[in-house]
Protein backbone atom coordinates (compact mmCIF):
# COMPACT_ATOMS: atom_id res chain seq x y z
CA UNK A 1 0.00 0.00 0.00
CA UNK A 2 2.68 2.23 1.05
CA UNK A 3 4.36 1.72 -2.29
CA UNK A 4 1.44 2.30 -4.00
CA UNK A 5 0.81 5.46 -2.35
CA UNK A 6 4.38 6.72 -3.20
CA UNK A 7 3.72 6.25 -7.08
CA UNK A 8 0.29 7.86 -6.82
CA UNK A 9 2.62 10.96 -4.68
CA UNK A 10 5.02 11.00 -8.05
CA UNK A 11 2.11 11.17 -10.46
CA UNK A 12 0.84 14.33 -8.81
CA UNK A 13 3.94 15.95 -8.46
CA UNK A 14 4.68 14.81 -12.44
CA UNK A 15 1.11 16.62 -13.04
CA UNK A 16 2.17 19.63 -11.17
CA UNK A 17 4.97 20.11 -12.26
CA UNK A 18 3.32 20.09 -16.45
CA UNK A 19 0.56 22.64 -14.97
CA UNK A 20 3.46 24.57 -13.42
CA UNK A 21 5.04 24.35 -17.31
CA UNK A 22 2.04 25.17 -19.07
CA UNK A 23 1.85 28.31 -16.70
CA UNK A 24 5.23 29.16 -17.37
CA UNK A 25 4.42 29.11 -21.03
CA UNK A 26 1.35 31.21 -20.34
CA UNK A 27 2.85 34.18 -19.43
CA UNK A 28 1.65 33.46 -15.64
CA UNK A 29 -1.84 33.36 -16.21
CA UNK A 30 -3.96 30.21 -15.08
CA UNK A 31 -4.98 29.31 -18.54
CA UNK A 32 -3.32 27.82 -21.83
CA UNK A 33 -1.50 30.23 -24.06
CA UNK A 34 -2.52 29.70 -27.72
CA UNK A 35 -0.39 32.19 -29.01
CA UNK A 36 2.50 30.07 -28.03
CA UNK A 37 0.83 26.59 -30.07
CA UNK A 38 0.89 29.14 -32.94
CA UNK A 39 4.42 30.20 -33.09
CA UNK A 40 5.31 26.13 -32.78
CA UNK A 41 2.63 25.92 -35.34
CA UNK A 42 4.08 28.81 -37.54
CA UNK A 43 7.77 27.86 -37.09
CA UNK A 44 6.92 24.21 -38.03
CA UNK A 45 5.27 25.64 -41.37
CA UNK A 46 7.96 27.48 -42.42
CA UNK A 47 10.22 25.07 -41.39
CA UNK A 48 8.18 22.32 -44.09
CA UNK A 49 8.09 24.87 -46.82
CA UNK A 50 11.72 25.60 -46.67
CA UNK A 51 12.18 21.78 -46.57
CA UNK A 52 9.67 21.39 -49.49
CA UNK A 53 10.94 24.48 -51.94
CA UNK A 54 14.49 25.24 -50.82
CA UNK A 55 16.01 28.39 -49.30
CA UNK A 56 14.09 31.53 -49.65
CA UNK A 57 15.96 34.11 -51.65
CA UNK A 58 16.20 37.75 -49.93
CA UNK A 59 15.12 39.06 -53.12
CA UNK A 60 11.95 36.88 -53.53
CA UNK A 61 8.75 39.59 -53.54
CA UNK A 62 6.09 36.75 -54.03
CA UNK A 63 4.57 39.16 -56.29
CA UNK A 64 3.88 36.90 -59.51
CA UNK A 65 1.37 39.04 -60.98
CA UNK A 66 3.00 41.09 -63.30
CA UNK A 67 2.78 39.21 -66.51
CA UNK A 68 6.20 38.67 -68.07
CA UNK A 69 8.05 37.38 -64.60
CA UNK A 70 6.96 33.72 -65.93
CA UNK A 71 10.47 32.41 -65.35
CA UNK A 72 11.73 34.72 -62.96
CA UNK A 73 9.95 34.50 -59.44
CA UNK A 74 10.93 37.18 -57.56
CA UNK A 75 11.50 39.78 -60.05
CA UNK A 76 11.21 42.74 -58.60
CA UNK A 77 8.47 45.54 -60.37
CA UNK A 78 11.78 47.41 -61.67
CA UNK A 79 12.85 44.34 -63.19
CA UNK A 80 9.39 43.12 -64.50
CA UNK A 81 8.89 47.07 -65.66
CA UNK A 82 11.45 47.39 -68.10
CA UNK A 83 10.67 44.54 -69.93
CA UNK A 84 7.87 46.62 -70.83
CA UNK A 85 9.66 49.87 -71.83
CA UNK A 86 10.24 48.77 -75.37
CA UNK A 87 6.64 48.44 -75.81
CA UNK A 88 5.68 51.83 -74.38
CA UNK A 89 8.37 53.70 -75.81
CA UNK A 90 7.13 52.51 -79.18
CA UNK A 91 9.17 52.97 -82.51
CA UNK A 92 7.57 55.87 -83.97
CA UNK A 93 6.93 58.05 -81.12
CA UNK A 94 9.48 59.91 -78.20
CA UNK A 95 8.02 58.41 -75.27
CA UNK A 96 5.07 56.99 -73.83
CA UNK A 97 2.29 57.70 -76.55
CA UNK A 98 1.04 55.68 -78.71
CA UNK A 99 -2.75 55.83 -80.71
CA UNK A 100 -2.16 58.03 -83.59
CA UNK A 101 -5.90 58.85 -84.86
CA UNK A 102 -5.41 58.83 -88.31
CA UNK A 103 -3.69 55.42 -88.00
CA UNK A 104 -6.20 53.58 -86.50
CA UNK A 105 -8.75 54.87 -88.72
CA UNK A 106 -10.50 57.24 -86.51
CA UNK A 107 -11.09 61.25 -86.67
CA UNK A 108 -8.32 63.01 -85.18
CA UNK A 109 -9.72 65.10 -81.90
CA UNK A 110 -6.88 67.86 -82.26
CA UNK A 111 -7.19 68.45 -86.19
CA UNK A 112 -4.37 70.08 -87.82
CA UNK A 113 -6.31 73.29 -89.04
CA UNK A 114 -7.77 74.01 -85.79
CA UNK A 115 -4.32 73.75 -84.10
CA UNK A 116 -2.60 76.45 -86.86
CA UNK A 117 -6.34 78.63 -85.87
CA UNK A 118 -5.13 78.66 -81.87
CA UNK A 119 -0.98 79.25 -83.11
CA UNK A 120 -2.04 82.09 -85.66
CA UNK A 121 -5.30 83.71 -84.36
CA UNK A 122 -5.57 83.13 -80.82
CA UNK A 123 -1.90 82.91 -79.77
CA UNK A 124 -2.00 86.40 -77.50
CA UNK A 125 -4.83 85.05 -76.01
CA UNK A 126 -3.49 81.92 -74.54
CA UNK A 127 -0.08 83.61 -73.18
CA UNK A 128 -1.81 86.07 -71.16
CA UNK A 129 -3.78 83.23 -69.58
CA UNK A 130 -0.93 81.52 -69.18
CA UNK A 131 0.89 84.51 -67.63
CA UNK A 132 -2.03 85.13 -65.21
CA UNK A 133 -2.36 81.62 -64.19
CA UNK A 134 -0.08 80.19 -61.52
CA UNK A 135 1.75 76.87 -61.41
CA UNK A 136 0.70 73.83 -59.62
CA UNK A 137 2.25 70.53 -58.69
CA UNK A 138 3.37 67.85 -61.18
CA UNK A 139 1.19 64.97 -60.56
CA UNK A 140 -1.12 63.60 -63.58
CA UNK A 141 -3.57 60.89 -63.35
CA UNK A 142 -5.76 59.81 -65.72
CA UNK A 143 -5.86 59.08 -69.75
CA UNK A 144 -5.17 62.33 -72.09
CA UNK A 145 -4.99 62.72 -75.75
CA UNK A 146 -2.27 65.84 -76.48
CA UNK A 147 -0.59 67.39 -79.32
CA UNK A 148 2.06 70.31 -79.08
CA UNK A 149 0.50 73.81 -79.72
CA UNK A 150 3.45 76.10 -79.72
CA UNK A 151 7.10 76.57 -78.35
CA UNK A 152 9.18 79.72 -77.76
CA UNK A 153 12.83 80.11 -77.22
CA UNK A 154 15.84 82.10 -76.54
CA UNK A 155 17.10 84.37 -80.10
CA UNK A 156 19.94 81.72 -81.30
CA UNK A 157 21.61 80.38 -84.49
CA UNK A 158 21.30 77.31 -83.41
CA UNK A 159 17.85 75.10 -82.87
CA UNK A 160 16.69 74.41 -79.39
CA UNK A 161 14.27 72.02 -78.73
CA UNK A 162 12.13 71.46 -75.83
CA UNK A 163 11.28 68.36 -74.15
CA UNK A 164 9.07 66.90 -71.20
CA UNK A 165 9.40 63.12 -70.49
CA UNK A 166 10.20 60.88 -68.08
CA UNK A 167 13.63 58.91 -66.91
CA UNK A 168 12.76 55.09 -65.83
CA UNK A 169 16.12 52.73 -65.41
CA UNK A 170 18.40 55.29 -67.20
CA UNK A 171 16.47 55.47 -70.16
CA UNK A 172 15.44 58.80 -71.46
CA UNK A 173 11.74 58.64 -72.52
CA UNK A 174 10.04 61.46 -74.52
CA UNK A 175 6.33 62.57 -73.57
CA UNK A 176 6.99 64.99 -76.63
CA UNK A 177 9.67 67.33 -78.20
CA UNK A 178 8.90 70.39 -79.60
CA UNK A 179 10.73 72.50 -81.98
CA UNK A 180 10.31 75.98 -83.45
CA UNK A 181 9.96 76.31 -87.04
CA UNK A 182 13.15 78.64 -87.87
CA UNK A 183 16.23 78.72 -86.36
CA UNK A 184 15.88 82.54 -84.78
CA UNK A 185 12.14 83.09 -84.28
CA UNK A 186 11.83 84.32 -80.94
CA UNK A 187 8.16 84.21 -81.00
CA UNK A 188 7.80 80.82 -81.41
CA UNK A 189 6.66 78.40 -84.42
CA UNK A 190 4.67 75.59 -84.54
CA UNK A 191 6.01 72.27 -84.09
CA UNK A 192 7.48 69.74 -86.46
CA UNK A 193 5.98 66.64 -84.87
CA UNK A 194 1.70 67.37 -85.93
CA UNK A 195 0.70 64.11 -84.73
CA UNK A 196 -2.21 64.26 -81.88
CA UNK A 197 -1.15 61.27 -79.99
CA UNK A 198 -2.53 59.97 -76.08
CA UNK A 199 -1.18 58.95 -72.74
CA UNK A 200 -2.10 57.26 -69.60
CA UNK A 201 -0.52 58.31 -67.17
CA UNK A 202 -1.41 55.19 -65.20
CA UNK A 203 0.85 52.72 -67.00
CA UNK A 204 3.88 54.85 -66.35
CA UNK A 205 6.25 53.20 -63.68
CA UNK A 206 6.16 55.04 -60.59
CA UNK A 207 9.84 55.45 -60.23
CA UNK A 208 10.01 57.57 -63.19
CA UNK A 209 11.93 60.54 -62.70
CA UNK A 210 10.04 63.72 -64.62
CA UNK A 211 12.33 66.30 -66.54
CA UNK A 212 11.44 69.16 -68.29
CA UNK A 213 14.43 70.76 -70.38
CA UNK A 214 15.62 71.67 -73.49
CA UNK A 215 18.07 70.04 -75.88
CA UNK A 216 20.09 71.15 -79.00
CA UNK A 217 19.17 70.34 -82.36
CA UNK A 218 21.64 67.61 -82.48
CA UNK A 219 20.59 65.99 -79.64
CA UNK A 220 16.83 66.09 -80.16
CA UNK A 221 16.16 62.25 -79.53
CA UNK A 222 18.71 62.37 -76.84
CA UNK A 223 18.58 64.63 -73.66
CA UNK A 224 22.32 66.59 -73.20
CA UNK A 225 21.79 67.01 -69.64
CA UNK A 226 21.01 64.77 -66.70
CA UNK A 227 17.25 65.11 -66.08
CA UNK A 228 17.96 64.56 -62.21
CA UNK A 229 18.83 68.24 -62.41
CA UNK A 230 16.14 69.50 -64.68
CA UNK A 231 13.23 67.81 -62.41
CA UNK A 232 9.91 68.42 -63.47
CA UNK A 233 8.08 69.70 -60.26
CA UNK A 234 5.42 72.48 -61.29
CA UNK A 235 3.34 73.33 -64.58
CA UNK A 236 0.52 75.32 -65.24
CA UNK A 237 -2.87 73.99 -66.64
CA UNK A 238 -4.89 77.18 -68.54
CA UNK A 239 -8.13 76.78 -69.53
CA UNK A 240 -9.25 78.83 -72.55
CA UNK A 241 -12.77 79.69 -73.96
CA UNK A 242 -12.19 80.48 -77.97
CA UNK A 243 -15.50 80.73 -80.05
CA UNK A 244 -17.76 79.39 -77.46
CA UNK A 245 -15.39 76.12 -77.22
CA UNK A 246 -13.18 75.76 -73.99
CA UNK A 247 -9.72 74.51 -74.18
CA UNK A 248 -7.22 73.23 -71.84
CA UNK A 249 -3.22 73.36 -72.18
CA UNK A 250 -0.44 72.40 -70.18
CA UNK A 251 2.18 74.60 -70.32
CA UNK A 252 5.73 74.02 -69.36
CA UNK A 253 9.14 75.92 -68.73
CA UNK A 254 11.62 74.08 -70.12
CA UNK A 255 15.06 76.16 -70.24
CA UNK A 256 16.04 76.65 -66.59
CA UNK A 257 17.64 80.03 -66.78
CA UNK A 258 15.53 82.50 -69.32
CA UNK A 259 12.07 79.98 -70.08
CA UNK A 260 9.21 80.73 -69.14
CA UNK A 261 5.80 78.35 -68.90
CA UNK A 262 5.59 79.10 -72.47
CA UNK A 263 8.38 77.61 -73.03
CA UNK A 264 6.01 74.27 -74.32
CA UNK A 265 2.39 74.39 -74.87
CA UNK A 266 0.61 71.25 -74.99
CA UNK A 267 -2.81 70.93 -75.83
CA UNK A 268 -4.82 68.03 -73.89
CA UNK A 269 -7.91 66.55 -73.91
CA UNK A 270 -8.68 63.80 -71.12
CA UNK A 271 -9.79 60.89 -72.48
CA UNK A 272 -13.21 59.80 -70.77
CA UNK A 273 -14.04 55.86 -71.53
CA UNK A 274 -18.31 55.59 -73.18
CA UNK A 275 -17.83 52.27 -70.08
CA UNK A 276 -16.18 51.48 -67.07
CA UNK A 277 -12.50 49.31 -67.72
CA UNK A 278 -10.31 46.86 -66.18
CA UNK A 279 -7.04 47.70 -64.65
CA UNK A 280 -4.95 46.27 -62.59
CA UNK A 281 -5.80 43.03 -61.49
CA UNK A 282 -4.22 39.93 -59.00
CA UNK A 283 -5.42 37.32 -57.53
CA UNK A 284 -4.31 36.18 -53.67
CA UNK A 285 -3.81 32.55 -52.87
CA UNK A 286 -3.62 32.23 -49.27
CA UNK A 287 -2.08 28.89 -46.89
CA UNK A 288 -3.85 29.93 -43.44
CA UNK A 289 -1.77 27.26 -41.37
CA UNK A 290 -5.67 25.45 -40.62
CA UNK A 291 -3.82 21.60 -39.93
CA UNK A 292 -1.22 21.93 -37.29
CA UNK A 293 -0.72 18.09 -37.97
CA UNK A 294 0.51 18.63 -41.83
CA UNK A 295 1.09 21.29 -43.80
CA UNK A 296 -0.48 20.39 -47.30
CA UNK A 297 0.86 23.83 -49.60
CA UNK A 298 -2.23 23.85 -51.24
CA UNK A 299 -2.58 27.47 -51.01
CA UNK A 300 -6.11 27.61 -51.04
CA UNK A 301 -7.59 27.83 -47.90
CA UNK A 302 -8.86 31.25 -49.22
CA UNK A 303 -8.38 32.70 -52.71
CA UNK A 304 -9.81 36.08 -53.64
CA UNK A 305 -9.56 38.66 -56.47
CA UNK A 306 -8.95 42.21 -56.42
CA UNK A 307 -9.45 44.22 -59.64
CA UNK A 308 -8.94 47.93 -60.39
CA UNK A 309 -11.89 49.90 -62.48
CA UNK A 310 -11.21 52.67 -64.21
CA UNK A 311 -14.65 54.48 -64.02
CA UNK A 312 -16.66 56.74 -66.74
CA UNK A 313 -16.05 59.73 -64.46
CA UNK A 314 -11.78 59.15 -64.55
CA UNK A 315 -11.71 57.45 -61.36
CA UNK A 316 -10.82 54.51 -59.96
CA UNK A 317 -12.59 51.66 -57.85
CA UNK A 318 -11.60 48.63 -56.29
CA UNK A 319 -13.73 45.33 -56.19
CA UNK A 320 -12.41 42.14 -54.47
CA UNK A 321 -14.51 38.78 -55.67
CA UNK A 322 -13.79 35.79 -53.22
CA UNK A 323 -13.38 32.44 -55.14
CA UNK A 324 -12.33 29.70 -52.98
CA UNK A 325 -12.44 28.66 -49.19
CA UNK A 326 -10.34 26.05 -48.89
CA UNK A 327 -9.75 26.25 -44.62
CA UNK A 328 -12.29 25.04 -42.21
CA UNK A 329 -11.81 28.02 -39.93
CA UNK A 330 -13.52 31.62 -39.71
CA UNK A 331 -11.51 33.99 -41.57
CA UNK A 332 -11.39 37.59 -42.39
CA UNK A 333 -10.09 39.28 -45.88
CA UNK A 334 -8.81 43.07 -44.89
CA UNK A 335 -8.20 44.83 -48.82
CA UNK A 336 -6.84 47.87 -48.20
CA UNK A 337 -9.26 49.42 -45.66
CA UNK A 338 -12.32 46.50 -46.33
CA UNK A 339 -12.69 43.89 -44.84
CA UNK A 340 -14.77 40.54 -45.36
CA UNK A 341 -15.94 37.75 -42.90
CA UNK A 342 -16.30 34.51 -44.10
CA UNK A 343 -18.92 33.49 -41.43
CA UNK A 344 -21.09 36.34 -42.68
CA UNK A 345 -22.34 34.60 -45.41
CA UNK A 346 -21.07 30.82 -45.07
CA UNK A 347 -20.18 27.89 -42.53
CA UNK A 348 -16.56 28.68 -41.10
CA UNK A 349 -15.99 25.07 -41.08
CA UNK A 350 -16.96 23.87 -44.20
CA UNK A 351 -14.86 24.27 -47.56
CA UNK A 352 -16.19 26.40 -50.76
CA UNK A 353 -14.92 25.71 -54.08
CA UNK A 354 -11.81 23.59 -53.57
CA UNK A 355 -13.12 19.95 -54.25
CA UNK A 356 -12.95 17.85 -57.33
CA UNK A 357 -15.46 20.09 -59.00
CA UNK A 358 -13.78 23.20 -58.72
CA UNK A 359 -15.67 25.82 -60.98
CA UNK A 360 -12.96 28.52 -61.54
CA UNK A 361 -15.34 31.59 -62.47
CA UNK A 362 -17.49 31.55 -59.71
CA UNK A 363 -17.93 34.10 -57.42
CA UNK A 364 -18.91 32.83 -53.98
CA UNK A 365 -19.19 36.77 -53.24
CA UNK A 366 -17.82 40.11 -53.66
CA UNK A 367 -17.31 43.25 -51.83
CA UNK A 368 -16.11 47.13 -52.65
CA UNK A 369 -12.42 47.83 -51.55
CA UNK A 370 -11.09 51.27 -50.52
CA UNK A 371 -7.39 51.79 -50.09
CA UNK A 372 -6.02 48.87 -51.98
CA UNK A 373 -2.32 49.62 -53.23
CA UNK A 374 -1.32 47.08 -55.70
CA UNK A 375 2.05 47.59 -55.65
CA UNK A 376 2.18 47.54 -51.81
CA UNK A 377 -0.14 44.02 -52.24
CA UNK A 378 -1.33 45.61 -49.00
CA UNK A 379 -3.97 42.85 -47.88
CA UNK A 380 -3.88 40.59 -44.55
CA UNK A 381 -6.16 37.63 -43.83
CA UNK A 382 -7.03 37.12 -40.05
CA UNK A 383 -7.76 33.51 -38.79
CA UNK A 384 -9.96 32.46 -35.86
CA UNK A 385 -7.79 29.65 -34.57
CA UNK A 386 -9.49 29.33 -30.97
CA UNK A 387 -11.86 30.75 -28.79
CA UNK A 388 -10.69 34.75 -28.28
CA UNK A 389 -7.67 34.34 -30.27
CA UNK A 390 -6.95 35.12 -33.76
CA UNK A 391 -3.96 35.24 -35.72
CA UNK A 392 -2.84 37.49 -38.59
CA UNK A 393 -1.24 36.42 -42.35
CA UNK A 394 0.27 39.33 -43.77
CA UNK A 395 1.34 39.67 -47.33
CA UNK A 396 4.89 38.84 -46.99
CA UNK A 397 8.11 40.94 -46.86
CA UNK A 398 11.01 40.41 -49.32
CA UNK A 399 12.45 37.12 -48.42
CA UNK A 400 10.23 36.04 -45.77
CA UNK A 401 8.65 32.36 -45.96
CA UNK A 402 4.72 33.30 -47.82
CA UNK A 403 1.13 32.30 -46.32
CA UNK A 404 -0.17 34.36 -49.04
CA UNK A 405 1.54 34.92 -52.69
CA UNK A 406 0.17 37.36 -55.37
CA UNK A 407 -0.67 35.48 -58.66
CA UNK A 408 -2.32 36.85 -62.33
CA UNK A 409 -5.76 36.68 -61.87
CA UNK A 410 -6.43 33.95 -64.28
CA UNK A 411 -4.34 31.66 -62.29
CA UNK A 412 -6.46 28.30 -61.21
CA UNK A 413 -6.05 27.19 -57.67
CA UNK A 414 -4.98 23.69 -56.61
CA UNK A 415 -7.77 21.13 -55.65
CA UNK A 416 -7.74 20.13 -51.63
CA UNK A 417 -4.78 18.52 -50.75
CA UNK A 418 -2.09 18.68 -53.88
CA UNK A 419 0.69 20.49 -53.20
CA UNK A 420 1.93 23.36 -55.57
CA UNK A 421 4.70 21.10 -57.24
CA UNK A 422 7.29 24.07 -56.94
CA UNK A 423 7.81 27.47 -57.34
CA UNK A 424 7.50 27.77 -60.73
CA UNK A 425 3.85 26.59 -60.94
CA UNK A 426 2.48 30.23 -59.34
CA UNK A 427 3.51 31.55 -63.09
CA UNK A 428 2.79 28.93 -65.29
CA UNK A 429 -0.16 28.88 -67.41
CA UNK A 430 -2.99 26.73 -66.61
CA UNK A 431 -3.71 23.25 -67.43
CA UNK A 432 -5.72 22.38 -70.25
Not at 37 to 55: D, I
Request: net charge negative; aromatic share 12%; proline share 4%.
Amino acid sequence: MNKQHLIGASKAIVVALGVVFISSCSKNTDVYDPSFEHTQVENKYKAEFVQAYGEVSSLETWDFSYRGAALTPGATRAKISSQYLSDWRGTESYGYVWNYPEKAGISDPMPENQVNDLIHNHWTQIENAINNTAAIDWNPSGSYTFRALKTTRNNSTASKYFAVGAEIDDIDLYLRLSSPANGKDNKGGTTADQHTSSINFGEVPSSAVWFACSTTGNNKNKIAIDANNYKLTKFKEVTVTINNKEYTFWCFKCDAQNGTYADLVLWVQKIIPATPTLGEAKRYMVEDLGNASATDFDFNDVVFDVIEINNVDGKKSYKCYVRALGGTKNITIKVGNSTWKKSTKFDATKMYNTQYDIDYALALDEFDVEGWIPGTNNVQVFVEDKPDFVYGLPFPKPGEVPFIVSVIDGKNWKVERQPVEDLHWFVEPNEE
